[in-house]
Protein backbone atom coordinates (compact mmCIF):
# COMPACT_ATOMS: atom_id res chain seq x y z
CA UNK A 1 0.00 0.00 0.00
CA UNK A 2 1.67 3.57 -0.85
CA UNK A 3 1.07 6.12 2.13
CA UNK A 4 3.56 8.22 4.43
CA UNK A 5 5.03 6.29 7.59
CA UNK A 6 6.55 7.95 10.52
CA UNK A 7 8.63 6.56 13.38
CA UNK A 8 8.65 6.53 15.96
CA UNK A 9 4.98 7.19 16.89
CA UNK A 10 6.32 7.97 20.90
CA UNK A 11 9.66 10.11 21.86
CA UNK A 12 11.16 10.85 24.57
CA UNK A 13 13.57 13.83 24.58
CA UNK A 14 16.41 14.89 27.25
CA UNK A 15 17.47 17.97 28.21
CA UNK A 16 20.06 19.23 25.88
CA UNK A 17 19.19 16.43 23.31
CA UNK A 18 18.96 16.73 19.31
CA UNK A 19 16.11 13.86 17.99
CA UNK A 20 15.20 12.85 14.67
CA UNK A 21 11.87 12.14 13.46
CA UNK A 22 11.66 10.21 10.67
CA UNK A 23 9.37 10.81 7.40
CA UNK A 24 9.12 8.32 4.41
CA UNK A 25 6.59 8.27 1.52
CA UNK A 26 6.14 5.95 -1.45
CA UNK A 27 3.51 8.27 -3.79
CA UNK A 28 6.31 9.39 -5.56
CA UNK A 29 5.47 12.85 -4.52
CA UNK A 30 7.66 16.00 -4.92
CA UNK A 31 6.65 18.33 -2.50
CA UNK A 32 6.84 17.10 1.79
CA UNK A 33 5.91 19.05 4.51
CA UNK A 34 6.64 19.26 8.53
CA UNK A 35 3.75 20.49 10.69
CA UNK A 36 4.08 20.97 14.32
CA UNK A 37 0.23 20.27 16.42
CA UNK A 38 -0.62 22.09 19.53
CA UNK A 39 -3.68 21.62 21.14
CA UNK A 40 -6.27 24.34 20.45
CA UNK A 41 -3.93 26.11 17.85
CA UNK A 42 -4.02 23.50 14.84
CA UNK A 43 -1.10 23.00 12.99
CA UNK A 44 1.62 24.93 11.66
CA UNK A 45 4.75 24.78 9.35
CA UNK A 46 8.00 24.28 10.40
CA UNK A 47 9.70 23.13 6.91
CA UNK A 48 8.83 22.12 3.42
CA UNK A 49 10.53 20.81 0.68
CA UNK A 50 9.39 20.98 -3.21
CA UNK A 51 12.23 19.20 -4.69
CA UNK A 52 15.39 16.85 -3.83
CA UNK A 53 18.20 18.74 -2.15
CA UNK A 54 16.13 21.85 -1.74
CA UNK A 55 14.02 22.91 1.55
CA UNK A 56 12.41 26.53 2.90
CA UNK A 57 11.76 27.58 6.23
CA UNK A 58 7.97 27.81 7.44
CA UNK A 59 6.57 29.97 9.84
CA UNK A 60 7.92 27.90 12.76
CA UNK A 61 11.61 27.25 11.65
CA UNK A 62 13.93 27.97 14.54
CA UNK A 63 14.97 24.96 16.73
CA UNK A 64 14.43 22.53 14.12
CA UNK A 65 16.55 21.36 10.72
CA UNK A 66 15.40 19.00 8.04
CA UNK A 67 17.29 17.12 4.98
CA UNK A 68 16.22 16.03 1.15
CA UNK A 69 18.79 13.93 0.35
CA UNK A 70 16.23 11.10 -1.40
CA UNK A 71 12.94 12.20 -2.67
CA UNK A 72 11.17 9.25 -0.78
CA UNK A 73 12.64 10.74 3.09
CA UNK A 74 12.08 14.31 4.65
CA UNK A 75 13.76 13.94 7.96
CA UNK A 76 13.06 16.31 10.81
CA UNK A 77 15.81 17.20 13.28
CA UNK A 78 14.45 18.57 16.45
CA UNK A 79 17.71 20.39 18.08
CA UNK A 80 18.57 21.19 21.74
CA UNK A 81 17.97 25.07 20.54
CA UNK A 82 13.88 24.32 20.66
CA UNK A 83 13.24 24.80 23.86
CA UNK A 84 9.49 23.98 24.02
CA UNK A 85 9.34 20.76 21.64
CA UNK A 86 6.55 19.11 22.94
CA UNK A 87 4.39 18.52 20.63
CA UNK A 88 2.34 16.17 18.13
CA UNK A 89 4.34 16.30 14.31
CA UNK A 90 2.88 15.57 11.50
CA UNK A 91 4.54 14.73 8.08
CA UNK A 92 2.90 15.25 4.64
CA UNK A 93 3.23 14.94 0.82
CA UNK A 94 1.77 16.08 -2.23
CA UNK A 95 1.95 15.09 -5.86
CA UNK A 96 3.56 18.54 -6.89
CA UNK A 97 4.36 22.32 -6.56
CA UNK A 98 0.78 23.13 -6.84
CA UNK A 99 -0.20 20.65 -4.16
CA UNK A 100 -4.12 19.56 -4.40
CA UNK A 101 -4.64 17.23 -1.66
CA UNK A 102 -1.90 17.31 0.92
CA UNK A 103 -1.31 13.43 2.30
CA UNK A 104 -0.69 13.00 5.90
CA UNK A 105 1.47 10.16 8.11
CA UNK A 106 0.04 9.40 11.24
CA UNK A 107 2.17 11.17 13.55
CA UNK A 108 4.69 11.11 16.28
CA UNK A 109 4.07 12.80 19.71
CA UNK A 110 7.74 14.46 21.11
CA UNK A 111 7.38 14.72 24.93
CA UNK A 112 10.60 16.19 26.98
CA UNK A 113 11.70 14.03 29.61
CA UNK B 1 -0.30 36.88 3.18
CA UNK B 2 -3.43 34.43 3.18
CA UNK B 3 -5.00 33.07 7.13
CA UNK B 4 -7.92 30.88 7.87
CA UNK B 5 -10.11 31.43 11.33
CA UNK B 6 -12.42 28.14 12.34
CA UNK B 7 -14.93 30.26 14.55
CA UNK B 8 -15.61 27.77 16.78
CA UNK B 9 -13.07 25.95 18.78
CA UNK B 10 -15.77 23.11 20.06
CA UNK B 11 -19.35 21.88 18.44
CA UNK B 12 -21.54 19.22 20.44
CA UNK B 13 -24.25 18.25 18.96
CA UNK B 14 -26.91 15.18 19.13
CA UNK B 15 -26.84 11.99 17.21
CA UNK B 16 -28.88 12.45 14.02
CA UNK B 17 -28.96 16.37 14.11
CA UNK B 18 -27.78 18.83 11.71
CA UNK B 19 -24.10 20.38 11.92
CA UNK B 20 -22.42 22.81 10.76
CA UNK B 21 -18.90 23.97 11.22
CA UNK B 22 -17.59 27.48 10.28
CA UNK B 23 -14.40 28.50 8.11
CA UNK B 24 -13.39 31.82 7.04
CA UNK B 25 -10.61 32.78 4.89
CA UNK B 26 -8.92 35.55 3.82
CA UNK B 27 -6.91 36.18 0.89
CA UNK B 28 -6.37 38.61 -1.76
CA UNK B 29 -5.73 36.27 -4.91
CA UNK B 30 -8.01 33.17 -5.97
CA UNK B 31 -7.43 30.02 -3.39
CA UNK B 32 -7.96 26.52 -3.00
CA UNK B 33 -10.29 25.35 0.14
CA UNK B 34 -10.03 22.05 1.80
CA UNK B 35 -11.60 20.33 4.90
CA UNK B 36 -9.10 17.59 7.01
CA UNK B 37 -10.67 15.03 9.56
CA UNK B 38 -8.13 13.93 12.39
CA UNK B 39 -9.18 11.19 14.43
CA UNK B 40 -7.59 10.73 17.97
CA UNK B 41 -4.11 10.54 17.51
CA UNK B 42 -3.91 9.97 14.11
CA UNK B 43 -2.91 12.00 10.87
CA UNK B 44 -5.25 14.19 9.04
CA UNK B 45 -7.60 12.53 5.85
CA UNK B 46 -9.43 14.85 3.09
CA UNK B 47 -13.16 15.25 3.35
CA UNK B 48 -13.15 17.58 0.06
CA UNK B 49 -11.95 20.09 -1.57
CA UNK B 50 -12.38 23.39 -3.77
CA UNK B 51 -10.39 24.34 -6.70
CA UNK B 52 -12.47 25.62 -8.93
CA UNK B 53 -16.54 25.17 -10.48
CA UNK B 54 -19.28 24.59 -8.75
CA UNK B 55 -19.75 26.16 -5.51
CA UNK B 56 -21.44 23.66 -3.70
CA UNK B 57 -18.55 20.66 -2.71
CA UNK B 58 -19.54 16.71 -2.03
CA UNK B 59 -17.21 15.01 -0.03
CA UNK B 60 -16.72 11.18 2.25
CA UNK B 61 -18.97 10.51 4.62
CA UNK B 62 -21.82 12.67 3.57
CA UNK B 63 -20.39 15.93 4.17
CA UNK B 64 -20.53 18.77 2.15
CA UNK B 65 -19.42 22.34 2.12
CA UNK B 66 -19.88 25.73 0.00
CA UNK B 67 -17.38 28.35 -1.29
CA UNK B 68 -19.20 31.33 -0.90
CA UNK B 69 -16.83 34.06 -2.61
CA UNK B 70 -18.49 37.18 -1.31
CA UNK B 71 -18.26 36.02 2.39
CA UNK B 72 -15.09 34.45 2.07
CA UNK B 73 -16.04 31.37 3.65
CA UNK B 74 -16.08 27.81 2.90
CA UNK B 75 -18.59 26.14 5.88
CA UNK B 76 -18.96 22.69 5.86
CA UNK B 77 -22.01 20.35 6.66
CA UNK B 78 -23.99 17.33 7.22
CA UNK B 79 -27.67 16.94 7.25
CA UNK B 80 -27.28 13.91 9.95
CA UNK B 81 -24.34 13.22 11.92
CA UNK B 82 -23.26 9.83 13.62
CA UNK B 83 -21.40 9.11 16.70
CA UNK B 84 -18.34 7.84 14.24
CA UNK B 85 -18.20 11.99 13.37
CA UNK B 86 -16.70 12.85 16.65
CA UNK B 87 -13.38 14.39 15.60
CA UNK B 88 -11.54 17.14 15.11
CA UNK B 89 -11.70 19.08 11.79
CA UNK B 90 -9.72 21.68 10.05
CA UNK B 91 -10.32 23.62 7.31
CA UNK B 92 -7.37 24.86 5.17
CA UNK B 93 -6.75 27.56 2.14
CA UNK B 94 -3.68 27.55 -0.45
CA UNK B 95 -3.30 30.14 -2.80
CA UNK B 96 -1.00 31.11 -5.34
CA UNK B 97 2.03 32.58 -3.52
CA UNK B 98 4.85 32.62 -6.08
CA UNK B 99 3.28 29.31 -7.18
CA UNK B 100 3.98 27.24 -3.64
CA UNK B 101 0.35 26.93 -2.99
CA UNK B 102 1.54 26.45 0.45
CA UNK B 103 -1.39 25.27 2.47
CA UNK B 104 -2.44 27.45 5.67
CA UNK B 105 -4.49 25.56 8.34
CA UNK B 106 -7.48 26.75 10.78
CA UNK B 107 -7.00 26.20 14.45
CA UNK B 108 -9.64 23.51 14.19
CA UNK B 109 -13.32 22.55 15.38
CA UNK B 110 -13.88 19.23 17.57
CA UNK B 111 -17.09 17.71 16.71
CA UNK B 112 -18.70 16.19 19.73
CA UNK B 113 -21.41 14.15 18.69
CA UNK B 114 -23.65 12.24 22.05
CA UNK B 115 -26.18 9.69 21.52
Known amino acids: DGGITQSPKYLFRKEGQNVTLSCEQN?????MYWYRQDPGQGLRLIYYSQIVNDFQKGDIAEGYSVSREKKESFPLTVTSAQKNPTAFYLCASSFNRVNEKLFFGSGTQLSVL | AQSVTQLDSQVPVFEEAPVELRCNYS??????LFWYVQYPNQGLQLLLK??????LVKGINGFEAEFNKSQTSFHLRKPSVHISDTAEYFCAVSEGTGGSYIPTFGRGTSLIVHP
Open chain 2, 27 to 32: SSVSVY
Open chain 2, 50 to 55: YLSGST
Open chain 1, 27 to 31: LNHDA
